[in-house]
C-alpha cells in the first residue's frame, strides 16, 4: 500500500507506517533541517522541500493512504491560539489532498489543543471538511458560513466524494511509548471502502525513561553513539523540574532551553539534573538508535519534539492496513504480504515480548548516571 507523508518532520509517523508495511511515495515538508532527517532515513529521491501549498499533489500518482501531522501552533495551549487565523494553519492543505488523490484512507495527528472550547466550532468544520472534501468553500465565503452549509449535508443522501471519519484523543504512554504524550487522532475512510475501523488497544505495561535509556549507562564514553552528547547547564526552579528517570517521561516538546516544565530534562536516582541528549530524545519517542536527526541539539529536539511517536504510529499504521486488507479479502482479493521490517534496537522492546528474550523491566536497574554522563 502506497502512503504519502504531509509535514513530515523529521519522519516519526513515516517511521511507524514504514514498520507497518506502507510505501512511501512522497515526503512533503518546508523545514530544511527535518528535509535533511528525511533524506538520511528515506529514499532521498522521495523528499520534496517545499511549501506543502505550492506541491501538486496529482504528480504522485495513486496514493491509498494520506498521513501526516499539520502544524500545531495554532491550536497548541503555548500558542497564540488562531486557529483558522492563523498563516501557519495546514489543514486546508490537508483537505486538498484528499480532495486531489482520493485516498482510502487518511491520519492526520495534532495537539490535545485542538479539542479546546474554544475551538470547537472549527473543529467541527475540520471534521466536516474531510468528510466532504469535494465541497469547496465558495469566494467571499467565511469558513463560519461554510461550516453552516457543510451541516446541512445529509452524508447518505450525498453521492459525491465523502468519508467516515473518526478521532480519538490518546496517550502515547499507553501504547508503549515511555513518555506521556497526549495527541488527537483523526482517521477517514472513502466511504466506498467498507472497513471494519479498530482503533489501536491500550497496553497493560507502563514503559519508563529507564526501561528506554537505562541500558546507556553502561556504555563506555568512547564508545557511545555519536547524538548522544551531553548538554550542560540545566537547572531547576519551580515548574521546571525535569523527568523523573524511573517514570514515564513529560511531553518531549519542540524546544531546548527553558521549555515549561523542565519536560527535556531527567532528574536521575542520585538526585542529578541535566537535558536529554538528541539521542536519549530519540529513544524515549521510540525511534530506532540507528536514526539520524540532523542539525545541532536545540535544532534536533525541535525536530523529535515535534515527531509523532515511531511505535504508536505503527499501531495506528497497524491498524489501517488490518483494515484495508479486510477489504480486499472480503472482495476475493489476497491480501498483500509486507515484509516486517523491524530494526528496533533491543532497549526499545516491551515487556511483554519476553518470548524474545528481552525484559525492558530489567534496564530500570542500570547503574546511576552521575552528572555529566
Known amino acids: 500500500m502506497r502512503s504519502l507523508e504531509l509535514f513530515s518532520g523529521c519522519g516519526g509517523l513515516a517511521k511507524g507506517l514504514e514498520l507497518a508495511g506502507f510505501q512511501h511515495c512522497g515526503f512533503v515538508e518546508f523545514n530544511k533541517w527535518a528535509c535533511e532527517s528525511l533524506r538520511h532515513n528515506f529514499n532521498p529521491e522521495l523528499v520534496h522541500e517545499v511549501d506543502v501549498r505550492t506541491f501538486d499533489f ?28 492563523d498563516a501557519r494553519d495546514m489543514f486546508p492543505q490537508a483537505i486538498r489532498a484528499i480532495h486531489d488523490l482520493r485516498p482510502k484512507a487518511f491520519v492526520f495527528e495534532n495537539v490535545k489543543g485542538l479539542l ?34 457543510l451541516k446541512k449535508i445529509d452524508f447518505e443522501k450525498y453521492e459525491g466524494l465523502k468519508y467516515n471519519v473518526t478521532y480519538k484523543l490518546v496517550n502515547a504512554v499507553d501504547y508503549g511509548v515511555p513518555q506521556n504524550r497526549e495527541r488527537v487522532f483523526i482517521v477517514g475512510f472513502r466511504s466506498d471502502v467498507p472497513v471494519d475501523w479498530k482503533w489501536p488497544k491500550p497496553m497493560r505495561v507502563r514503559r519508563t525513561i529507564a ?16 547524538d548522544h552528547k551531553i548538554v550542560s547547564g540545566a537547572r531547576e526552579y519551580p515548574g521546571h523540574s525535569g523527568s523523573d ?107 511483554i515480548e519476553k518470548r524474545k528474550g528481552y525484559d525492558c523491566r530489567k534496564a530500570g536497574t542500570a547503574k546511576k548516571v552521575r552528572r555529566g554522563e
Open 58 to 85: 496529482l504528480s504522485i500518482g495513486n496514493v491509498d493512504v494520506v498521513a501526516g501531522g499539520p502544524p500545531c501552533q495554532p491550536f497548541s495551549l503555548g500558542g497564540l491560539a488562531k486557529a483558522h487565523d
Open 116 to 149: 479546546r472550547k474554544s475551538f470547537a466550532d472549527y473543529f467541527s468544520y475540520i471534521i466536516l471538511r474531510l468528510s466532504f472534501p469535494d465541497v469547496c468553500m465558495p469566494d467571499g465565503m467565511s469558513w463560519r458560513q461554510h461550516l453552516e452549509l
Open 211 to 226: 526501561d528506554a535509556i537505562g541500558h546507556l549507562a553502561s556504555i563506555a564514553e568512547k564508545n557511545r553513539p555519536k
Open 245 to 351: 528517570f524511573a517514570s514515564p517521561s513529560k511531553t518531549i516538546k519542540a524546544g531546548a532551553h527553558g521549555v515549561p516544565g523542565g519536560e527535556n530534562m531527567i532528574r536521575f536516582p542520585d538526585g542529578s539534573l541535566r537535558y536529554m541528549t538528541v539521542h536519549e530524545a530519540k529513544l524515549i519517542q521510540t525511534f530506532p538508535a540507528d536514526y539520524t536527526i540532523c542539525g545541532k541539539w536545540g535544532e534536533a529536539m525541535r525536530q523529535i519534539g515535534n515527531a509523532v511517536p515511531v511505535r504508536l504510529a505503527e499501531l495506528m499504521g497497524n491498524q489501517i492496513k488490518i483494515a484495508l486488507e479486510g477489504v480486499d479479502a472480503a472482495k476475493g482479493k489476497a491480501p498483500v504480504k509486507y515484509p516486517f521490517r523491524r530494526r528496533e534496537p533491543e532497549q526499545m522492546r516491551l515487556a
